[in-house]
């Protein structure tokens, strides 16, 4: 993996075997770490194209230094922010201790465990769903069957209502932000990321371009924004290929990166 921007060079060893490298996170969490204090940075992959899926799935976008930087980013968080959706069908289930991002955070002098926060105005988390346990989050609103919320909140589940019709996004950051969870990397999917590039919350976007095309899959967001989003791009790496970009959104004139 190399740095192509802001500072071109190698980002670790070339001579490392593929295992090796993925022992060798140091540099690359340098690339990546961000100072303390509130922040929402969104990760997705998406082929040339805009395509998020293979046939449903992101996985088939996925790479080694995809994968690097997605086991990465969730061990520099303190919450992992998901849509029902992407919960539901990427099969989501909690941030295991013994897990590689679970290692990686001990490598990092970090908890081992982050807690997973799924956003669901219906709070469609079933009881009963693997991830429906302590240290999970529901974040909902009032409009969601009470009934479901008290299963949830009974299982373990922190249940979190944000708003009355709707989940207000500002308030589900400040109620995390509560509960010491500032720094949060939101996973998706596409009607999760247009709410928050909607609310103005999102600080930082980090896709990686999967060199394909695929056509005729989902998108990375369903419709038209009210106003054009113009991310500035701050950092870009590059493996076997593969493009790993870091934009800045929004209203922060730049990503407050600890990299040199
Ligand atoms: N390539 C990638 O990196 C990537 C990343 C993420 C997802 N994906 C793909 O994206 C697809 C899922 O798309 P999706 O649009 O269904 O994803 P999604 O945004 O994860 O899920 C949509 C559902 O999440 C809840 N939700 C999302 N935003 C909300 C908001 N602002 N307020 C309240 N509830 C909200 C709602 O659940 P309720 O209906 O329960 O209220 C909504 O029906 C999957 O195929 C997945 O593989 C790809």
């Known amino acids: 993996m190399r740095r192509l921007l802001p500072a071109p060079g190698p980002l670790d060893d070339a001579a490392l075997e593929d295992d090796a490298a993925l022992e060798d996170d140091a540099a690359l969490a340098d690339a990546y770490r961000l100072p303390a204090g509130r922040s929402v940075r969104v990760n997705f992959v ?40 992407t919960a539901a069908g990427e099969g989501y289930r909690p941030v295991a201790a013994d897990s590689a991002v679970g290692r990686l955070r001990r490598e990092l002098g970090r908890p081992p465990v982050a807690p997973i926060a799924v956003v669901s105005r219906r709070a469609s988390l079933a009881p009963g769903d693997r991830l429906a346990v302590a240290p999970t989050l529901l974040v909902t609103c009032a409009a969601a069957d009470p009934g479901r919320r008290a299963a949830l909140a009974a299982a373990g589940v922190d249940v979190l209502v944000c708003g009355d019709d ?43 371009l999967a060199p394909a095309l695929v056509g005729g899959e989902a998108r990375l967001l369903p419709g038209r924004l009210a106003d054009v989003v113009r991310p500035r791009l701050v950092q870009l790496l590059e493996d076997d290929g593969v493009l790993l970009t870091r934009y800045a959104v929004g209203r922060s004139p730049t990503i407050r990166t600890t990299s040199p």
């Open 46 to 85: 998406v082929s040339l194209d805009g395509a998020i899926t293979v046939e449903g799935r992101s996985e088939g976008l996925g790479s080694l230094g995809d994968q690097r930087v997605f086991r990465l980013l969730r061990a520099l968080a303190d919450v992992v922010l998901v849509g029902h959706g």
């Open 166 to 208: 709707d989940v207000d996004l500002p308030t589900a950051l400040d109620l995390l932000a509560d509960r010491g969870l500032e720094q949060v990397l939101c996973e998706g999917g596409p009607s999760l990321l247009a709410a928050a590039l909607e609310a103005g919350v999102v600080d930082e976007l980090d896709l990686t």
